[in-house]
């Protein structure tokens, strides 16, 4: 595809539920970011993955997130028995890999709503 | 990462130009610029980035203080698809997290 896809675009899910978000990245894209945004906040690092690598994932909250990258490209976030405090938007991006001292832009999806209820 | 400080909102009338203003007094030499923004409802966008001089690009430019402790976005001429929440990022180089803070909500009045 064109950009970023993450799916579902909206999940309600009951307090003590496991759930899946998956995000497919642009094609090609070595690093991949998880992000979090509560409403009125800025997004919310949580993980990179670097190729099917976890580079940094110092933002998780606790463990019961997970997530993976197993061939470098689809990334599965899972969050295990959800609480109230998890509902919020959860965003992913992809980018290519900079080389040297050169940025490389990062693309977003467009989020999956999670509510927990 | 080094955070930065940019006002909660601004105001601006339709076809006028905006100043959007971020200090990042604790920059370090390695500190790339980023801006980027988010419509509602979407996620955020890349907007622009630079390091030391001042850069262009079809959608803004952005003017860096010749020490680094500022820089301003410039949207040339704002239109209501410019209302959005502009968050301006301190990135080292490579593909290192972006940071992002509470940002800049511009609202533009037709």
């Known amino acids: 595809g064109a950009g970023v896809s993450q799916t579902p675009s909206n999940k309600v899910t009951e307090k003590g539920k496991y759930v899946e978000l998956r995000c497919d990245p642009i094609?090609?894209?070595?690093?991949l970011y998880w992000y979090r945004q509560s409403l009125g906040q800025g997004p919310e690092f949580l993980i990179y993955?670097?190729?099917?690598?976890?580079?940094?994932d110092s933002g998780l909250p606790n463990d019961r997130f997970f997530a993976v990258r197993p061939e470098g490209s689809v990334s599965t976030l899972k969050i295990q028995r959800t609480e109230r405090g998890d509902s919020a938007v959860y965003l992913c991006?992809?980018?290519?890999?900079?080389?040297?001292?050169?940025?490389?832009?990062?693309?977003f999806g467009q989020g999956t709503r999670l509510t927990v209820v | 990462d080094a955070k930065t400080t940019q006002p909660n909102s601004m105001e601006s009338n339709e076809e006028e130009p905006v100043h959007l203003p971020c200090n990042h007094s604790?920059?370090?030499?390695?500190?790339?610029i980023h801006w980027y923004r988010q419509l509602p409802s979407q996620g955020p966008e890349y907007v622009i980035h630079?390091?030391?001089s001042n850069v262009n690009n079809r959608m803004a430019s952005l003017a860096i203080a010749e020490d680094r402790k500022s820089s301003t976005l410039i949207l040339h001429r704002a239109t209501l698809r410019d209302a959005a929440v502009y968050y301006c990022?301190?990135?080292?180089?490579?593909?290192?997290?972006?940071?992002f803070g509470k940002g800049t909500r511009l609202s533009v009045i037709a």
């Open positions: 991006a992809s980018s290519g890999t900079g080389t040297g001292r050169m940025n490389t832009e990062a693309f």
């Open positions: 094609s090609g894209h070595t690093a």
């Open positions: 993955f670097q190729g099917t690598g976890a580079a940094d």
């Open positions: 604790t920059i370090s030499g390695t500190d790339y």
């Open positions: 630079g390091l030391t």
């Open positions: 990022i301190l990135r080292v180089t490579g593909n290192t997290p972006l940071v």
